[in-house]
């Protein structure tokens, strides 16, 4: 069984700092790409960024371009997202996701949430004015 866990939400003001970290446990598990998403309240789960595990290729949503940098770390199975120069539409829950061993993928792939086999609980992130 795969769990996702997620740590480094909470409350930062306009323009502050914070770093999510998502660990995989798992019996050899190993995945094929991580990603996050976030859901704002009244708005649908949208994604944020992404990394293929092998290689490190990244992908992110425009609106976090040049803001956010999605990282890894191969030997810990943990994901991290670092958030710079945060803006109150950043304001959401955060979601962890991980993809299962497969052969191949789309660029596109990345991007829907459908594509992604485990899911963390989520963290709020909330930005201040």
């Known amino acids: 069984q795969v769990q996702l866990v997620e740590s480094g939400g909470g409350l930062v003001q306009a323009g502050g700092s914070l770093r999510l970290s998502c660990a995989a446990s798992?019996?050899?598990?190993?995945?094929?790409?991580m990603g996050w998403f976030r859901q704002a309240p009244g708005k649908e789960r949208e994604f944020v960024a992404a990394?293929?595990?092998?290689?490190?290729?990244?992908y992110y949503a425009d609106s976090v371009k040049g803001r956010f940098t999605i990282s890894r770390d191969n030997a810990k199975n943990t994901v991290y997202l670092q958030m710079n120069s945060l803006k109150l539409e950043d304001t959401a829950v955060y979601y962890c996701?991980?993809?299962?061993?497969?052969?191949?993928?789309?660029?596109?792939?990345?991007?829907?949430?459908?594509?992604?086999?485990?899911w963390g609980q989520g963290t709020q992130v909330t930005v201040s004015s």
């Open positions: 798992g019996r050899t598990f190993s995945p094929y790409a």
């Open positions: 996701a991980a993809v299962a061993p497969k052969g191949y993928s789309t660029g596109s792939d990345y991007y829907s949430a459908g594509w992604y086999d485990y």
């Open positions: 990394i293929k595990w092998s290689g490190g290729y990244t």
